[in-house]
């Protein structure tokens, strides 16, 4: 099994930064897609960002130029810096890792990190 543990979350006022962590248990191998996913209070869950085994990341419109993912596979790690952060970015983020090897695909959720952004 490969368990995720988010880490970094916390209390900010708008305009700060914050970079999330995410350790993955062990090294995946194959084709993978690494995310962030997050969900606020009466919303539901929703691509933040992700970056794939080739390095193509992709992102959410409302976190274009503002959030940055990325990965340290010597570290097994997933990581995402959010500047500039807004209210609306409240919301629990959780890492997601999604493998595919051979024609099993595979997805794994972490337990996610509150993010608060006060006004």
Do not use: H
Not at 2 to 12: K, N, R
Not at 39 to 46: I, K, N, S, V, Y
């Amino acid at each position: 099994q490969v368990q995720l543990a988010e880490s970094g979350g916390g209390l900010v006022q708008a305009g700060a930064s914050l970079k999330l962590a995410c350790a993955v248990s062990r090294s995946i191998t194959g084709f993978n897609i690494m995310g962030w996913y997050r969900q606020a209070p009466g919303r539901q869950r929703e691509l933040v960002a992700t970056i794939t085994s080739r390095g193509v990341t992709n992102y959410a419109d409302s976190v274009k130029d503002r959030f940055t993912i990325s990965s340290d596979n010597a570290k097994n790690t997933i990581y995402l810096q959010m500047n500039s952060l807004k209210p609306e970015d409240t919301a629990v983020y959780y890492c997601n890792v999604q493998t595919k090897i051979l024609l099993t695909v595979r997805d794994y959720w972490g337990q996610g990190t509150q993010v608060t952004v006060s006004s």
